[in-house]
Every structure is written in C-alpha cells, then in structure tokens.
C-alpha cells in the first residue's frame, strides 16, 4: 500500500492537504471560537481557502498524470 501510495505522491499530498483544510477550517470556526469579521479571523480564513485551493491545484495534477499515463501519452509537454 505503501508503495503505490508513493507513486501517487500528489494525490496523497491532495488528499492530506485537503483533510488538513477542513480540520483547520473546523478549528477555527468552533474551538478558536474566531469571528469572521475580525482581522484575525479573516486571515485565518483566507489562509484556510488558500489551503484548499492549492489542494485543488494537486489534485487537478495528479489527474492528469493519471490520465496521461492511461492514455500512454508524454507528462510534460517538451518531451513530446
């Protein structure tokens, strides 16, 4: 498991990344009691977004790589 894990790399990246944001995003909203229009809960949730967005840029990234491979193509475009 551990292996393939490791040759999907990003996905598992994505998937942590991902699993990080909505935990950070619970914390702040419940245990952290932080208030949305407060400085600090406007960074906090911006830093929040952020997380989850660069977990969506990885996980677009590991689907292309997956479908690249499938279709037996190049995964950059220079090697083509």
Do not use: E, F
Request: aromatic share 4%; charged share 10%; proline share 2%.
């Amino acid at each position: 498991v551990i292996m393939r894990c490791m040759k999907n790399w990003i996905l598992l990246a994505a998937g942590l990344g991902g699993a990080l944001g909505v935990i950070a995003g619970a914390a702040g909203a419940h245990a952290l009691s932080l208030d949305p229009a407060s400085q600090a809960g406007q960074t906090y949730g911006l830093a929040v977004t952020y997380l989850l967005l660069h977990r969506t840029a990885l996980l677009a990234i590991a689907l292309y790589r997956a479908q690249t491979r499938a279709l037996g193509l190049p995964l950059n475009i220079a090697a083509a």
